[in-house]
T-cell receptor, first 109, second 111 residues
Framework: NAGVTQTPKFQVLKTGQSMTLQCAQD?????MYWYRQDPGMGLRLIYY???????DKGEVPNGYNVSRLNKREFSLRLESAAPSQTSVYFC????????FGPGTRLTVT | GEDVEQSLFLSVREGDSSVINCTYT??????LYWYKQEPGAGLQLLTY?????DMKQDQRLTVLLNKKDKHLSLRIADTQTGDSAIYFC???????????FGRGTSLIVHP
């Protein structure tokens, strides 16, 4: 039982490059989330998916897209990375309580 | 919408008790959570309490809920240096899929 897994763990991008952050959970949770964490800002919700086939914007969705591929997987895509997207990204899934992945540390130069 | 507030820092001596406080605004919050984040890691669920409970104890952790004042606290008994971390409070309102997180309290434990 791996819980929530995220890949990659670290990534450096140049401005304008694109990438997809992968997330998978094996707890049969319906809800999945993408957050970003910046110093002094706490956790900010980017997108969430209440169930397979649905996605909704969170607090800071601009510059991101998501795909809920199936019940297990929820990916986050940066189409044209900007330095303001330098952050630590966490995926989470939730039944009664949330389980978080280990995070992806992204730097955009 | 829901707002969750926490103090940013707490410093204690090893062996003392730590009390981390949290307030929330939505009286319909059904579940309240405490998460721990160690440096370089994700958030780990420590404990949660349902809104019809006043207290929950789990080994060294005690959660107290005052629904009237919308105040939640986490007490860590016999605090150890390994308890140094950021602690997040979160609240989930009835009918919502999205928990609201506080900004986290950095607990520093001095030897």
């Amino acid at each position: 039982n791996a819980g929530v897994t995220q890949t990659p763990k670290f990534q450096v991008l140049k401005t304008g490059q694109s990438m997809t952050l992968q997330c998978a959970q094996d707890m049969n949770h319906n809800s999945m989330y993408w957050y970003r964490q910046d110093p002094g800002m706490g956790l900010r919700l980017i997108y969430y998916s209440a169930s397979e086939g649905t996605t909704d914007k969170g607090e800071v969705p601009n510059g991101y897209n998501v795909s809920r591929l199936n019940k297990r997987e929820f990916s986050l895509r940066l189409e044209s990375a900007a330095p303001s997207q330098t952050s630590v990204y966490f995926c989470a899934s939730s039944g009664l309580a949330g389980s978080f992945g280990p995070g992806t540390r992204l730097t955009v130069t | 919408g829901e707002d969750v507030e926490q103090s940013l820092f707490l410093s204690v001596r090893e062996g003392d008790s730590s009390v981390i406080n949290c307030t929330y605004t939505d009286s319909s919050s059904t579940y309240l959570y405490w998460y721990k984040q160690e440096p370089g890691a994700g958030l780990q669920l420590l404990t949660y309490i349902f809104s019809n409970m006043d207290m929950k104890q789990d080994q060294r952790l005690t959660v107290l809920l005052n629904k009237k004042d919308k105040h939640l606290s986490l007490r860590i008994a016999d605090t150890q240096t390994g308890d140094s971390a950021i602690y997040f409070c979160a609240a989930l309102s009835g009918g919502s899929y999205i928990p609201t997180f506080g900004r986290g309290t950095s607990l520093i434990v001095h030897p």
